[in-house]
């Protein structure tokens, strides 16, 4: 697993460093940000050359300066750090391997196979599968789909190579088998060979060289003789072919001529389809017309009714007289009726706002306005003010009778004064003073108890007053409480007649308002009818018209053909040729071709013969070559043919075999991780991948199929991105996957759906670390919540650039 | 310290796949009777470097021309060289 890139002086780089994590890192930036030159680093650092950019010299950013990659990874719980460089001319140098910091590989072989070994990934592997770079979505969509998705895995897997090696291991066996076949036939003939070395002896003596020069002349002119005459008998043969398909165009044109001309007068029959398209057009034209008024009639018929149901049947004017008469006397009844019931409303408003009134007020004010009660209360008054002045009388006598009892008691005997009288200040005796203190204590009491009778008579008399007031108002309220109720009553009743001659005129109006709508609907009906005869009529005519038409193109078309086949038939036949020559020249020509072809067979029999001649001469030139050979000698070359053509058998067997287990075991295994990741991301309910022929992939959705081709843009796209996740899986086992704009072609929601599935392939352990280059912002915000993947904003922040 | 012991899947390693092929071969091979003298005694001859050359020679293919008839023509080549002629002693010419 990733977790550290930093670089100097790389592509888009002075200087940076970028942290990765586990799962699903996106590198988000616009154009030349530097995304692509990060996944490059990467692939730079662990298959020691990046993809795209094989000239050492365009991966600096400044020339003659040092190219520093240092790749940090985590593997089964180990820290290693990979480093590659390139010199300041730029040479490579600088790859070293470190496992928890100490060195365990240097030098770029090195550094690449302990990687190799490490990561369990071939190198050309890695940059084939697990790194799809900037540029492969286009080279995939322009390729044929079907040729493409085949020549990918193929090429992932070294398919062709390897099937050029088995074609070859395959020749090589063959022909090793034939030189045993032959080795053979020599060790047969070794016993004959005197025999037949005298007989080549005697047969092309010493100057085989010269023999051999003649022969090959002599072979060299037959071909071309035979050259010569095989194209002059191709020549016979076209020219015959020529005439053979003009005597049958001919008989076609003939056939078809005949075939027309049997047709009636054309001339006539399109004289009177022009009449009668005439007079169909203006009879088409007028029913337009009168569907035109048709139309317009019941579309204001529509109008009208739909205006006429949006009326209130109150609204409506009967158009009887006497109804209309009577409508208006009821309506006058009817406002009648509602200012009675205006009237009586404000009437009752009255005797409430006085029924108010009369309760606000104090009822000792209601005593002024009623004659008996007014005497009464002045009685009363009367009264009360006798008995308030009689209570003062009563007062001052007391006073009086006080001081004199004070006198008397102050004048009693041994009290400091002389006792005297109160009133004469004569000398008072004692018992006349205790007759005069009992005297003045009754009449005190007298009075006390006068006094008090007088209060008790002045509070009967104000209550018989409040009491008198209380019941006048009480009965006031009851008059008006009855007023109220009479009129109420009167009310009902007029709302209840006003009630009944509403109801009487509405019902007559919701009837009219049932009549006009059904006279509307009549109408409307009967104006459609009307439409639907016109339009069938205007068809059938139309219908007419164009059968007229089509008969009077047909009749044109006819004319013309037989105008082209004329000119036909001319072209076919120039100058004196007549049909009737034309055979006597196919005669001629096909004669010619024979006496080729006997003369074609001539040469050939030469040839053979020539050949003949020269594999004689060539077996003798062998076994010349051979003379002075012994027995044991051949047995040893027997021997180390044997030798090889087992190696042969050997290494084409195991060549072939090699090329079905690739076939059969990886090309499988990839097809299967294709149709899984595939059946995932399309949510395809059936997802299968069929193979035919040499491996070409065809994509099944239930039972149907559909070639790759049959594919959107967009989806091949997506197919292309989810072929590396799947083979990622299947040959890197889901360590690591690098994909540089996997989102091109693809539209918002299939951008977010793949981000979606690479997350949850992530998620699921499926794929450890994927790392993605993308300008999609909006794409990625969209499919990724916060967290959940790792994003990396490009371009980076000045510090993490410039570290 | 060295890089640990690889664990690159066979599956993939096409020249692996060509190892185990042809020792599977040369041991069916062998276990077959052979009544052709000449085969009987350039299988016993077969050795372990004559395979490993063969598995070199393969992964040489591999990355060769992709031109079949070159390639049978190296590959013809290749084999003479594993499987030369020895010279004719002196008895033999004599015998010649």
């Known amino acids: 697993m990733l977790k550290r890139v930093v670089v100097r002086n790389w592509r888009a780089f002075d200087a940076a460093e970028v942290a990765l994590r586990p799962g699903l890192n996106v590198l988000l930036g616009p154009n030349g940000a530097g995304k692509t030159s990060l996944l490059e680093a990467v692939a730079f650092a662990l298959a020691g050359e990046p993809s795209m950019l094989p000239d050492a010299r365009l991966l600096a950013r400044e020339e003659d300066t040092a190219v520093d990659v240092a790749v940090a990874f985590g593997l089964d719980g180990e820290d290693w750090e990979v480093r590659r460089g390139l010199s300041a ?88 088998g034939h030189e045993r076949a032959n080795l053979t036939s020599l060790a047969e003939q070794v016993a004959e060979r005197e025999q037949l070395l005298a007989a080549g002896r005697e047969r092309w003596g010493g100057d085989l060289a010269g023999h051999r020069a003649a022969l090959e002349a002599e072979r060299q002119r037959l071909a071309g003789e035979r050259k010569a005459v095989a194209a002059e008998r191709q020549r016979r043969d076209d020219q015959a ?101 205006a009237e009586v409303v404000a009437q009752r408003k009255a005797v409430a706002e006085a029924r108010a009134a009369l309760a606000a007020r104090p009822p000792a004010e209601l005593v002024a306005d009623d004659p008996a009660l007014r005497e009464q209360r002045a009685q009363a008054e009367a009264a009360i003010r ?102 109420v009553e009167r009310l009902a009743r007029l709302r209840q007649q006003r009630a009944g001659l509403a109801a009487d005129i509405e019902a007559e109006a919701a009837a009219l308002h049932q009549r006009l709508l059904a006279e509307g609907t009549a109408r409307e009906k009967e104006l459609a009818e009307r439409q639907i ?36 038939r001319a072209a076919l036949l120039p100058g004196d040729t007549t049909p009737e020559t034309l055979p006597a020249e196919l ?104 193979l035919h022929g040499k491996g070409q992939l065809a994509v099944r959705r239930g039972a149907r199929q559909l070639e790759l081709a049959q594919l959107s843009g967009g989806e091949r796209a997506a197919f292309l991105a989810l072929l590396h996740a799947g083979l990622g899986r299947q040959f890197g086992r889901g360590e690591l996957l690098l994909l540089d704009e996997p989102l091109e072609h693809l539209d918002a929601t299939n951008g977010r759906r793949l981000l979606q599935h690479l997350l949850r392939a992530c998620t699921a352990g499926a794929l450890r670390q994927v790392v993605i280059a993308t300008v999609e912002a909006d794409v990625v915000r969209g499919a990724l919540r916060p967290g959940e993947a790792h994003v990396i904003e490009l371009p980076l922040a000045p510090l993490a650039a410039a570290r | 310290m060295p890089v640990p012991p690889g664990d690159v899947p ?87």
């Not at chain 1, 302990?114 to 050309?124: N, S």
């Not at chain 1, 002045?458 to 018989?464: S, T």
């Open chain 1, 89 to 176: 001319a730029h040479r490579r140098g600088g790859d070293l391997l470190r496992r928890g910091g100490a060195s365990c590989a240097e030098g770029s072989a090195e550094v690449t196979e302990a990687l190799e070994r490490l990561l369990g990934v071939p190198r050309d592997l890695f940059l084939r599968v697990l790194y799809m770079p900037e540029g492969d979505v286009y080279r995939f969509l322009a390729s044929p789909p079907l040729a493409a998705i085949d020549a990918h895995l193929r090429r992932v897997l070294g398919l062709e190579q390897l099937a050029v090696v088995d074609q070859a291991a395959a020749r090589v066996k063959r022909e090793v």
């Open chain 1, 241 to 341: 072919h020529r005439v053979e398909r003009t005597l049958a165009e001919l008989a076609a044109l003939d056939q078809e001529r005949a075939a027309l001309g049997a047709a009636p007068d054309a001339a006539d029959e399109l004289a009177a389809l022009r009449t009668r398209c005439a007079q169909l057009s203006a009879s088409i034209r007028q029913l337009d017309a009168a569907l035109g008024q048709a139309t317009a009639e019941r579309k204001a018929a529509t109008e009208a009714r739909k205006a006429l149901a949006a009326r209130k049947p109150s609204e409506l004017v009967p158009d009887d007289r006497a109804q209309r008469r009577r409508w208006a006397e009821t309506a006058e009844a009817i406002r009648q009726l509602d200012q009675a019931i």
């Open chain 1, 386 to 487: 006798a008995l308030d002045d009689r209570s003062a009388a009563i007062g001052a006598e007391r006073q009086a009778l006080a001081e004199s009892t004070q006198f008397l008691l102050a004048h009693a005997p041994g009290a400091g004064a002389e006792p005297v009288c109160p009133v004469c200040r004569q000398p008072l005796p004692e018992d006349l003073r205790q007759r005069l203190l009992a005297e003045n204590d009754a009449r005190d009491q007298a009075l006390a108890a006068e006094l008090a009778a007088a209060g008790e008579r002045r509070q009967a008399l104000v209550a018989e007053l409040a009491a008198a007031a209380a019941a006048l108002q009480a009965r006031l309220l009851g008059d008006s409480d009855a007023r109220d109720a009479a009129l």
């Open chain 1, 533 to 568: 005869a016109l339009s069938t009529q205007r068809e059938s005519q139309v219908a007419e018209l164009e059968a007229a038409e089509r008969r009077e193109g047909a009749l044109r078309t006819c004319q013309q053909r037989l105008d082209a086949l004329a000119a036909r």
């Open chain 1, 587 to 690: 005669a001629r020509l096909q004669a010619e071709r024979a006496a080729a072809v006997e003369q074609e067979a001539a040469l050939a029999q030469a040839d053979d013969a020539a050949r003949a001649d020269l594999a004689a001469l060539q077996g003798y030139q062998q076994l010349a070559a051979m003379e002075g050979r012994s027995p044991a000698a051949l047995a040893r070359a027997r021997q180390a043919l044997a030798r090889r053509e087992l190696l042969a058998e050997l290494f084409a067997a195991a060549t072939a075999t090699t090329l079905e287990r690739l076939r059969g075991g990886a090309l499988a295994g990839a097809y299967d991780e294709v149709r899984r990741a595939w059946a995932e991301f399309s949510q395809w309910e059936e997802v299968r991948l069929a």
């Open chain 2, 10 to 96: 066979p599956i993939v390693q096409p020249v692996a796949v060509f190892r185990a092929a042809l020792a599977e071969l040369v041991g069916r091979e062998r276990s077959a009777r052979s009544r052709r003298p000449e085969r009987l005694a350039a299988l016993q001859a077969l050795s372990d470097t004559d395979q490993a050359a063969l598995v070199e020679r393969f992964e040489a293919a591999l990355s060769g021309p992709a031109d079949a008839a070159t390639l049978t023509g190296q590959l013809h080549a290749a084999l003479r060289a594993l499987c030369p002629e020895t010279a004719l002693d002196d008895e033999e010419a004599n015998d010649a």
